[in-house]
């Protein structure tokens, strides 16, 4: 199963992104998918997840602002955050909780957020 993030780049203190990430590679069945991000010096953290069957968790941080979607016939998972703060800067990974063959996590390559003014 491969992961392709795309949708980061730099924007200002309270604006807003969207970020995307397919799925693909033959025949799988995906349980979870969702993001996590790592910032300069820091451990990769959960941003967000949904299930299957659409249940969702977050961050404390990001409550309120960021909001996590999926297209399972697509395969897809976003992420829309509003409300971004510097303290977002970093690296988003999207992640995916796959059976191909055996259950396994899966890691797209990441795509760098950066919120500055």
């Known amino acids: 199963v491969q992961l392709q993030a795309s949708g980061g780049g730099l924007v200002q203190p309270g604006g807003s992104l969207r970020l995307s990430c397919a799925a693909s590679g033959g025949v799988f069945v995906i349980n979870v998918m969702g993001w996590y991000r790592q910032a300069p010096g820091n451990q990769r953290e959960l941003v967000a997840i949904?299930?299957?069957?659409?249940?969702?968790n977050y961050t404390d941080s990001v409550k309120g602002r960021f909001t996590i979607s999926r297209d399972n016939a697509k395969n897809m998972v976003y992420l829309q955050m509003n409300g971004l703060k510097p303290e977002d800067t970093a690296i988003y990974y999207c992640?995916?909780?796959?059976?191909?063959?055996?259950?396994?996590?899966?890691w797209g390559r990441g795509t760098q957020v950066t919120v500055s003014s």
């Open positions: 992640y995916a909780h796959a059976l191909q063959n055996v259950w396994s996590n899966y």
């Open positions: 949904i299930n299957d069957g659409g249940f969702e």
